[in-house]
C-alpha cells in the first residue's frame, strides 16, 4: 500500500479514492487484529515461537489467515532490515504492496524447498447435495467402491468437510514457511469430490513426496483419540502399494508421534491398540497411491470431548502443526 494516501489528493477526486481505499483498510485491520487477538488469547506455551502462524480464526474461509497478511509483511521486511546496503533509504522497501496472499509467495528457502507435498482434505463440504455423483462406483483396485461420501459431522452439525478444510489451510500454511510446494486435492472451489480414485492420482501426478489425507472419525461416544490410517500391501488389479508400504509407515509413525506432542491427544482408545496407527486395504485413496501416503483421523466427532477439541481453531492449530512436524521430520530423513 501506498504512502501517497488520499489527505493528499485534491479535493475534487479525493472523495471518489477515499471510498474504496476507507473500506478497504477498513476490513483489513480488524481482521487482523482479530487474528492477533484470537492468537495470543489461546496462545498456547509451548507454541514453539512460530508465532508467524496466527490464523487461529475459526471461520474456515479461504486464506482465512489474517495470519497470511501479516507473515507475508513480516518476510517483506526481513530482508529490508539489511537491506541498507543498496544506498536507498530504508522507507524504500515499503513501497509495495504490503499484504500479498500467501499462495502467490515464492516457496521459502526452508528446509522443504523442493519438496512437494499434496493435502487432501477429506470429503467435500458440497458432497452432501451430490448423493448421485458420489455414490457411483470407483474401482480401488481390491474392489469398487463409492467415489466420495459426505463424512462426519458432530452432534451439533459441525462437519468433517469443514473441519479437514480448515485442518488443510493452516497446515499449507506451515508447510509453505518451510519451503515446501503443496498442492490440494479440493480446496472448497469444486463443487463435490474428487472420487477417491482421482485423490490418489492428484498426488501421484505431482511426484508427492508425502501425501496426507486429513479425516476426522464418526464412532460410537466414548472412542476417543486419534490414529494414523497406513497402507497395507496391496498388489491387485490397479492397485500396487508394495513400494509404498515401507515409507508410508514411516511417515506415518512421524506424524503420530509429533501429532501426540503437539495436541496432547492421546492415541486411539478403540483403533490400533493403543499405537496410534492402523493399517487398512479397503480405502481407495491408499491402494491406488505410488507415493507415500496416510491418511489421519484427527479425532472422533462423535464423542463430546473430542468434538469440543475438533471444533476449537486453536486445537486444530496444534493438530496441523503436529502433522507438519511430522512431515518435516519425514522429509528431512
Ligand atoms: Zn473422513
Known amino acids: 500500500m501506498s504512502y501517497v494516501g488520499p489527505d493528499f489528493d485534491p479535493p475534487g477526486p479525493r472523495r471518489s479514492r477515499r471510498g474504496p481505499m476507507t473500506v478497504a483498510v477498513a476490513a483489513l485491520v480488524p481482521g487482523a487484529l482479530v ?106 483396485g481390491t474392489n469398487w467402491k463409492e467415489c466420495d461420501t459426505t463424512g462426519t459431522s458432530t452432534n451439533a452439525g459441525y462437519t468433517e468437510a469443514r473441519f479437514t478444510l480448515d485442518v488443510a489451510r493452516r497446515l499449507r500454511t506451515l508447510l509453505q514457511q518451510e519451503g515446501a510446494t503443496v498442492k490440494f486435492t479440493q480446496d472448497g472451489d469444486r463443487s463435490w469430490g474428487p472420487c477417491v480414485d482421482e485423490r490418489a492420482r492428484i498426488g501421484n501426478d505431482a511426484h508427492a513426496d508425502a501425501v496426507v489425507s486429513i479425516h476426522a472419525d464418526g464412532s460410537a461416544a466414548g472412542n476417543r483419540g486419534f490414529h494414523v490410517i497406513l497402507p497395507a500391501s496391496v498388489h491387485s488389479g490397479g492397485a500396487d502399494t508394495r513400494a509404498i508400504v515401507a515409507p508410508s509407515r514411516d511417515l506415518g509413525e512421524r506424524i503420530a508421534g509429533n501429532f501426540v506432542r503437539d495436541t496432547g491427544s492421546a492415541p486411539s482408545n478403540y483403533v490400533g491398540g493403543g499405537t496410534g496407527l492402523d493399517v487398512r486395504s479397503d480405502l481407495g485413496g491408499l491402494n491406488l497411491s505410488t507415493v507415500p501416503k496416510v491418511f489421519i483421523e484427527c479425532g472422533n466427532m462423535r464423542d463430546s470431548k473430542d468434538a469440543a477439541l475438533l471444533t476449537s481453531g486453536a486445537w486444530r492449530q496444534k493438530a496441523a502443526r503436529g502433522i507438519s512436524e511430522g512431515i518435516v521430520s519425514f522429509l528431512r530423513g
Open 35 to 140: 487474528g492477533w487477538l484470537v492468537w495470543q488469547a489461546v496462545g498456547d506455551s509451548g507454541g514453539g515461537g512460530s508465532t508467524s502462524a496466527t490464523s487461529t480464526t475459526s471461520s474456515g474461509a479461504p486464506g482465512a489467515s489474517s495470519a497470511a497478511p501479516g507473515s507475508a509483511s513480516a518476510a517483506a521486511r526481513t530482508p529490508s532490515a539489511s537491506g541498507t546496503d543498496d544506498g536507498k533509504p530504508p522507507s524504500s522497501t515499503f513501497s509495495g504492496p504490503a499484504t500479498p496472499a500467501a499462495s502467490d509467495l515464492p516457496a521459502a528457502a526452508g528446509p522443504l524447498k523442493g519438496k512437494v507435498v499434496v493435502i487432501d482434505p477429506g470429503h467435500n463440504p458440497g458432497n452432501f447435495q451430490h448423493s448421485a455423483d458420489i455414490n457411483r462406483k470407483v474401482n480401488i
